[in-house]
């Protein structure tokens, strides 16, 4: 059953924003909403601006222009303006692209690190921990290592995981199938969809791979070169020709 | 004979220590924010001058001059990054111009003040000989100087290791992205790294001094460089790298002096930098890649 725009309650709200590194505009008057419990992605081809507004998003660029809001369950937060700490403080959770983990940390480091600078209970912290290694087993198997020296389906747990520690109201992910084996992918988007429907987290996911994409969340918003061209629910959109178009040109 | 190599390498030691506090100085800052800080040296000078402040001032306490002095680097290094360093903006080279005629302004200023002559330094007490075996002879300020350095280290890499801020800027290091990410202030990080930086040049400044009975305006040149080649040779980023190519170091230049003399001091350190750069351009104990932004 489809959820509908209009009977949602959105726990963000993204209203035409304008992402620019200086004289150069990389996405303008964007405008997107997450509801309650749901799993939305943002399409497009290269360099449509994809990760520009997802990293306006999470407060790795201030955006030239609009408004974000964030409803917590108790107050509204307006994100604009605020930097990516104070936003993480806020439980908004981002995982970037690349460069995901720390790579001279061991593991269990990478883990502590996630709730370290956002939870002021030291013993919750240990138990989110321990808690998050019985649920990566393969995590709790490589405590010790160091996280660069994982390999990239691992790196990408562990990124995930560390997002967890803090117990976040909403994940942004970057392309979380970048540089992942088919077999492993599967595994990682399986994994979102039961952080999802478990933690009752929402997300909003920019991809690459359209097909896994479409499969995982409720509704795609398609950005076109700055711009976004159009929405909808997964379903529709995976029959609707305007997506090929969006890649292809049409 | 057997006498004079152990005295110097008790001199080796502690001068090694120093270079090392010198090189992990250098280390924070580059690490958190990527820039090479050239006022270090001259920050090291106006915390070994402070001490000779609060006693010109005509308080008589080593103690208190130490912390004064401290203190004093402390806010010079805070002021250098307000002025040279936050306003540039994270440019690297803009960021080398700048902090090197904050030095030369500090140097010149502290000159001006002072007409320039080496001064001679405070102890902290008298000077006491304990005979450890036969003619193996060690002093009460040299036990305290090597005490002092090497307790400085650890303490510091016990704070990297294990503190939250010390994390953050381990962190910071690291990622500054993702350091956001995981709810790092990663501006005030990079202060507090440029702080703790200056209050251990500070350190390295007085500790310097009294090894050496004295202190002067350009002190900070030869103790910067030479934190500088260690960081070179250890490898950018790596903190027990520094400590141990600085105790090396340190021994080495000491027996250099027991070998031909004086003037043989730098030759060793300066080929070491010069081998470094042709077999193992990372450093010893660097990792690949990880050599700055533009160096």
Not at chain 1, 190 to 213: S, W
Request: with cysteine; hydrophobic share 50%.
């Amino acid at each position: 059953m489809p959820i509908s725009v209009s009977d949602m309650q959105p726990i963000l709200t993204v209203d035409r924003i304008e992402v620019r590194y200086g004289k150069v505009v990389a996405a303008t008057d964007i405008s997107l909403v997450i509801g309650k419990g749901e799993i939305v992605t943002l399409l497009g081809p290269n360099g449509a601006g994809k990760t520009s507004v997802l990293k306006a998003i999470a407060g790795l660029v201030a955006p030239a222009d609009g408004r974000i809001a964030f409803d917590d369950g108790k107050t509204v937060h307006e994100l604009a303006g605020k930097p990516g700490h104070v936003l993480a403080k806020l439980g908004i959770a981002h995982v970037p692209a690349q460069n995901i983990v720390l790579p001279r940390m061991t593991v269990e480091e990478n883990l502590e690190v996630g709730g370290r600078f956002l939870m002021s209970d030291r013993a919750a912290l240990q138990r989110s921990v321990r808690s998050l290694m019985d649920r990566f087993p393969i995590l709790a198997e490589r405590r010790t290592q160091y996280a660069g020296l994982l390999s990239g389906g691992e790196q990408r747990q562990l990124a995930i995981a560390r997002a967890l520690v803090a117990k976040p109201r909403l994940m942004l992910l970057d392309e979380p199938s970048i540089g992942l084996a088919p077999k492993t992918l599967g595994e990682i988007f399986g994994l979102l969809k039961r952080i999802n429907r478990e933690d009752g987290i929402e997300m909003l996911l920019v991809e690459q791979n359209v097909v896994k994409a479409l499969e995982l969340a409720n509704r795609a918003y398609v950005m076109r070169v700055g711009a976004m061209d159009f929405s909808g629910p997964c379903e529709d959109l995976a029959r609707d020709e305007r997506l090929a178009n969006a890649y292809l040109g049409s | 004979m057997a006498e004079y190599l152990f005295e110097q390498f008790l001199i080796g030691i502690s001068t090694g220590a120093i270079y090392a506090i010198v090189a992990i100085g250098y280390n924070l800052v580059f690490g958190v924010m990527n820039v090479l800080n050239l006022s270090h040296g001259a920050v090291m000078m106006v915390g070994s001058f402070g001490v000779l402040l609060l006693f010109y001032l005509g308080i008589d306490n080593f103690w208190l001059a130490v912390a004064f002095g401290i203190a004093l680097a402390l806010v010079t290094g805070l002021l250098v990054e307000r002025i040279a360093v936050r306003p540039l903006k994270g440019n690297w080279w803009n960021i080398k111009v700048a902090t090197l005629g904050a030095a030369m302004f500090l140097e010149n200023f502290v000159t001006r003040l002072t007409d320039g002559r080496p001064m001679p330094y405070p102890r902290p007490f008298k000077p006491v000989y304990y005979t450890i075996v036969g003619d193996f002879e060690v002093s009460n300020v040299q036990l305290f100087l090597i005490a002092c350095s090497l307790g400085l280290m650890v303490a510091m890499m016990l704070f990297l290791r294990h503190t939250t801020p010390g994390k953050a800027i381990r962190v910071v290091a690291q990622n500054p992205d993702l350091a956001q990410c995981v709810g790092v202030n990663v501006q005030q990080t990079m202060v507090l790294g440029f702080a703790l930086s200056a209050a251990l040049a500070g350190c390295a400044g007085i500790l310097n001094a009294v090894t050496f009975g004295s202190t002067y305006p350009f002190v900070g040149q030869f103790l910067g460089l030479k934190g500088l080649v260690i960081l070179i040779v250890a490898g950018i980023g790596n903190v027990r790298g520094c400590l141990i190519v600085a105790l090396v170091l340190g021994v080495l230049e000491s027996f250099s002096v027991v070998a031909g003399g004086s003037q043989y001091r730098d030759l060793v350190a300066y080929s070491a930098l010069v081998l470094t750069l042709l077999v193992r351009p990372h450093g010893l104990f660097g990792e690949e890649g990880r050599t700055g932004r533009e160096i």
